[in-house]
């Protein structure tokens, strides 16, 4: 048999995630056979949290699994929306946290994980061929949701006689890192200019924004977000606003947290359980949007996902109900907060001390960016070889983080001390 793949996959798998790639490098026997201990290595590669998900939720799992009628239940379909009650408590989690108004369940979509649901997403606002609007840093994730989501049949045969695949959809990059002094978005004028221009050329479909951002932690500024969602308006384009990090701020949030769907019709907010709860392998996810948007999502859903898992579902229905009624969900998010902040006051500290390079103050999130003035890619293989230290490379996020690297402090929360130690290596290596 002459088995194929699809020719979009075969052109992905040429080009894979460079995110994936370098955690690739991170895999024990690879390390092994780099003449490193896997168990010396120090890594600020992971994009993921480390504190412990709230006890109550744990306890509520249990509570399930336990009732052998809930246990039954959890065996079955939900509606492919969601549990009424998941997305009911949602907006009133919404409510309560951010001071949302007018926001119900008929704004919420429940998925298996946002990452599914902006595959998804992805599908039911863009036709294959129509732009989309990226920021130069953003998450390196998004292109490749686009080109599986977006890719018709826009294959050309190459003179050397290989088919290829040229996504119809492309992206527009909007710049929004100043790396010369080392800055995210300075000018808010300059970048709504940019993106007026790029609105009016392109005519894309979306513009796609993380808040707080991945690689930089960074929070989008205010004034951007008014300038965006008018901009995006104007030209019948939506504003999508990642909020992977939204619970995860430092110092006050900004005014467009609370924007509601219902008000702002073009909005579309992506959300996850994977980061304030520490549920990054019980996937589920939701979409707040305007009601239009939701019943597309739900027709894409019934072939994507079907529907999202029950057990996941019953167990924060009863978690929330308590945690929001009692307040310990503000109280639970507050302390990871503090804790977040802590880690990366600690690892700013590290940084100047033992590297003396430009790095981004996080505002959010898990991370910063580095200048380190040369290639990443070169940097960070230099540097674990040599050290036993890992770091991301910043070209995957943008070309304007090609000399950077990303660094997370997210898996180490709750150690400190590796932090220190990881950029005392490092440091002592490249002789700052």
Not at 177 to 197: F, G, H, N, S
Not at 253 to 271: A, G, M, V
Request: hydrophobic letters at 35%; glycine letters at 8%; a negative charge.
């Amino acid at each position: 048999m002459n088995l194929k793949l699809s020719k979009v996959v075969q052109e992905q798998i040429k080009t894979p995630s460079p995110i994936r790639q370098i955690m690739k490098m991170a895999e024990r026997q690879n390390i092994i056979n780099m003449g490193l201990d896997p168990d010396n290595v120090i890594s600020f590669g992971g994009g993921w949290v480390n504190h412990p998900a709230p006890e109550p939720l744990r306890q509520k799992y249990i509570d399930v699994a336990s009732d052998k009628t809930r246990f039954h239940a959890t065996g079955a379909y939900s509606a492919t929306l969601g549990d009424l009650r998941y997305r009911e408590l949602i907006a009133e989690m919404e409510m309560k946290l951010f001071n949302m108004k007018n926001i119900s369940s008929q704004n919420i979509i429940i998925g298996q994980s946002s990452t599914q649901l902006t595959h998804d997403m992805f599908l039911t606002t863009t036709e294959p061929g129509q732009d989309v609007v990226l920021l130069d840093p953003t998450y390196a994730n998004y292109y490749g949701q686009m080109v599986f989501a977006l890719t018709d049949s826009g294959i050309v045969h190459d003179p050397s006689g290989i088919d290829r695949v040229v996504p119809r959809a492309e992206v527009a990059y909007l710049k929004v890192m100043d790396t010369e002094q080392w800055k995210y978005m300075p000018d808010i004028d300059k970048a709504l200019a940019d993106l007026r221009k790029i609105m009016d050329l392109r005519r894309p479909s979306l513009l796609m924004v993380p808040s707080p951002d991945n690689p930089t932690s960074q929070i989008v500024p205010q004034k951007f977000m008014e300038g965006a969602i008018q901009i995006c308006a104007e030209f019948n384009a939506y504003l999508v606003i990642d909020f992977a990090y939204k619970t995860q701020y430092f110092g006050e949030y900004p005014e467009y947290f609370s924007w509601s769907p219902n008000d702002h019709p073009n909005l579309i907010t992506i959300h996850s359980n994977s980061k304030w709860a520490r549920s990054l392998g019980r996937r589920t996810g939701w979409i707040e949007a305007s009601p239009t948007v939701i019943d597309g999502m739900e027709r894409v859903q019934q072939c994507s996902a079907l529907c999202p898992d029950t057990f996941h579902q019953m167990a924060m229905v009863d978690y929330l109900e308590e945690a929001l009624a009692n307040g310990s969900l503000v109280s639970y998010l507050e302390n990871t907060r503090q804790d977040y902040q802590k880690a990366a006051n600690v690892t700013m500290k590290a940084i100047d001390q033992n590297l003396g390079m430009r790095a981004l103050t996080p505002q959010g999130g898990l991370y910063t960016v580095v200048d380190v003035g040369t290639d990443g890619d070169e940097f960070i293989q230099d540097v674990l070889k040599n050290t036993g230290v890992l770091f991301i490379p910043g070209g995957g996020f943008g070309k304007s983080l090609k000399n950077a690297i990303r660094v997370s402090y997210g898996p180490m929360v709750h150690d400190l001390e590796k932090i220190k130690e990881g950029m005392e290596r490092a440091g002592e290596y490249l002789g700052k």
